[in-house]
Structures are given as structure tokens and as C-alpha cells.
């Protein structure tokens, strides 16, 4: 009797829940979206809907032992598997993504080389005093090197 009037209660609240949704959508009712909305009415069916799910499941020990199990052997047989694709996935990632990075790299300072543009945007012209006893040659940089001075 307790599981029928418990299938039933979840029959009735998966009936208002698809009106809820169906309902609002298709042909614009919004009363369920306002009462779901308050909480004078989602506190109290979310009580009873955990009081029934708890008196449901108290006569079901054996179901929850089994489910128990159950997720235990998946977790035991997953874990492992999970972790061996994902390092996969990490050591694939890394290698791709180095190579694609090099790559990319590369063609750009290729076209930063290809577009390098000189603009002049400022020459400071600097006066050299020259001697007719002295040879002293004037660099690009303008900076005198003394290795090259010679004395006539």
C-alpha cells in the first residue's frame, strides 16, 4: 500500500512538472512558473517529496546495497581507465600544442621580418672637428672608435 501511494505521489508530481514545462512553452500558461517560483510552495513540496523518497526507500535496503556495489566496482573499474585517457589526452595536448605553437611562432616573426618597415624618425646630427694631421674616419653610429685613429 506505502509503495502505491508513493508511485503515485511521483506519477502526479511528474504530471505538474511536465505541464510546467510543456505548459508554458506550447500554449502559455504561466501559473506553474509563478508557484514554482514561490517559496511558500517549493519549501513544503520539497519536504514531502524527500519524506517520500525516504519512506520509499527505507523498506529497499537490499536495492541501495546493490546499487552501492554496483557504483563501487564502477568507480574501481573506471578510475583507472579515466586516468589513463586523460593522461593520454595531456601528453597528445602538450605535444600538438608545443608543435602548433613553434609553428605559429615562426610564421610570425617570418612576416614581422618580411614587413619590417625603417622609419626615421629622429637624426641627430653631430659635428666632427676635423685636423688635417689627424685621420680619424667617422662611423655609421657616430660614435668615435679610437682603434681607428692614426696620426699622420
Same mark, same amino acid.
Given at each position: 500500500?506505502?509503495?502505491?501511494?508513493?508511485?503515485?505521489?511521483?506519477?502526479?508530481?511528474?504530471?505538474?512538472?511536465?505541464?510546467?514545462?510543456?505548459?508554458?512553452?506550447?500554449?502559455?500558461?504561466?501559473?506553474?512558473?509563478?508557484?514554482?517560483?514561490?517559496?511558500?510552495?517549493?519549501?513544503?513540496?520539497?519536504?514531502?517529496?524527500?519524506?517520500?523518497?525516504?519512506?520509499?526507500?527505507? %523498506?529497499?535496503?537490499?536495492? #541501495?546495497?546493490?546499487?552501492? *556495489?554496483? =557504483?563501487? &566496482?564502477?568507480? !574501481?573499474?573506471?578510475?583507472?581507465?579515466?586516468?589513463?585517457?586523460?593522461?593520454?589526452?595531456?601528453?597528445?595536448?602538450?605535444?600538438?600544442?608545443?608543435?602548433?605553437?613553434?609553428?605559429?611562432?615562426?610564421?610570425?616573426?617570418?612576416?614581422?621580418? %618580411?614587413?619590417?618597415?625603417? #622609419?626615421?624618425?629622429?637624426? *641627430?646630427? =653631430?659635428? &666632427?672637428?676635423? !685636423?688635417?694631421?689627424?685621420?680619424?674616419?667617422?662611423?655609421?653610429?657616430?660614435?668615435?672608435?679610437?682603434?681607428?685613429?692614426?696620426?699622420?
Amino acid at each position: 500500500m506505502r509503495i502505491g501511494v508513493t508511485m503515485s505521489a511521483i506519477v502526479v508530481t511528474a504530471g505538474i512538472v511536465f505541464l510546467f514545462c510543456r505548459g508554458r512553452q506550447v500554449i502559455g500558461i504561466d501559473f506553474f512558473w509563478e508557484l514554482y517560483s514561490e517559496d511558500w510552495f517549493i519549501i513544503p513540496v520539497l519536504a514531502v517529496a524527500f519524506g517520500l523518497g525516504v519512506s520509499l526507500f527505507r %523498506d529497499l535496503t537490499r536495492a #541501495i546495497d546493490n546499487i552501492t *556495489q554496483l =557504483l563501487h &566496482w564502477l568507480i !574501481k573499474l573506471l578510475l583507472p581507465l579515466v586516468l589513463a585517457i586523460w593522461t593520454l589526452l595531456l601528453v597528445t595536448f602538450e605535444a600538438y600544442t608545443s608543435r602548433r605553437t613553434v609553428a605559429l611562432a615562426s610564421e610570425i616573426w617570418q612576416v614581422v621580418q %618580411d614587413e619590417q618597415l625603417y #622609419i626615421p624618425i629622429h637624426h *641627430q646630427v =653631430l659635428n &666632427w672637428g676635423m !685636423k688635417t694631421a689627424i685621420d680619424f674616419p667617422v662611423q655609421p653610429e657616430d660614435q668615435p672608435h679610437f682603434k681607428f685613429l692614426k696620426f699622420k
